[in-house]
């Protein structure tokens, strides 16, 4: 298991460096048309938040639970951004932000800037989470990160973080 | 013969290893919590039998560093306030490895603690050995404990409130209505709550 989790953070420095060394290239390039794009955040409760927990169409939904205040989920954040990128044409990935509100302004929004997130984000502000984070899945405990990976009716949660290839490998069993 | 031997090593490393994995979902309502020998912030051991007058234990996996835990750092303390008192004090653990998260060392323990006045240990799980028995995923997350003839049984899993933002605003007293139950002895109403929290950083 230690072995396991050695390897994984290994694979998890490496994804990190490359796609940092990615990521400065094209920053520097859309970060002037970034900073005067206003962000309109989409904050939701949870009743409003489940229809998009439950798309009946023929993609692949990716819906990741992070908060900036996570360190995990932001380190994590690239992987969804490259699959969002990557599998453009079959798979949407939603952020849900559990960000606090007296933080939308000062952390949620320039972080959103500053790494240019390309991902639909959601902020889900309920305060209820007993009722709800069962509703998202009976397995989940409520910590962050976590993700939920569904299509139609057949649904799969991870309380856990990943790296690419195995987001990867997890989508593919849903487009197969 | 030597297959015989071999299969039986083979077995037993199976079984060690489905133990040890971090799979284990960790205690269940109704189970007995194993004690634990865990040093506290004034640098001595502590473990849940030096409480010999307790009736139980409000065991709080919480750290330094996860906004949650900051959030509930003054209700924890008003926990330990209002039920020490009554048999059921507050005890602190802190599971993150200090190496993936140094925030959360001893001696940025010791300072919070100084600072926020914590009148209950905050132990250090150093092996991070503890929580996963527990079966603790977050922080802050909860485990009120019952001392009985088997030993200290679970009796409530989960979050301190329905409310971290607006302690104010709290509709539901999770642990506390566990605990006055406890004293009452009365049936828990809700003995398991989900609430966000910090990943434990191994």
Known sequence: ??????????MFLFFNCNNSIKNEGDLSIVKIDESEKKIELKILDFDDLEPFLNQQDDLVYVINFWATWCAPCVKELPV???????????VKVILVSLDFPRQYETKLIPFIKENNLQSEIIVLNDMDSNSWIPKVSEDWSGAIPSTLIYSKNNRKFFEKSFNYNELKTEVQQFLN | MKLLK???????????????NSDNPGYKVGDIATDFNLENVDGKMVSLA????????????????????VAYEDRIIALNKKYASQGYPVIAIMPNSATASPG?????????????????PYLMDKDQKVYPEYGASKTPHVY??????????????GAIDDNYQHPESVNQKYVENAVDALLEGTPIKEEHTRAIGCTIKV
């Open chain 2, 144 to 157: 009120v404990l019952q001392k009985t003839k088997k030993g200290n049984q679970v009796k409530y899993i």
């Open chain 2, 50 to 69: 030096n409480y010999p007058e307790a009736k139980g234990y409000i065991v709080v996996f919480t750290c330094n560093t996860c906004p949650f835990s």
């Open chain 2, 104 to 120: 959360d060392n001893m001696e940025a323990m010791k300072a919070r603690a100084k600072a926020k006045g914590f009148t209950f």
């Open chain 1, 80 to 90: 969804f951004e490259k699959l969002h990128k990557d599998y453009n044409k079959n």
């Open chain 2, 6 to 20: 071999i299969g039986m090593v083979l077995i037993a490393i199976i079984t060690f290893t489905a133990f040890t």
């Open chain 1, 1 to 10: 298991m230690k072995y396991k989790l050695g390897t994984l953070f290994v």
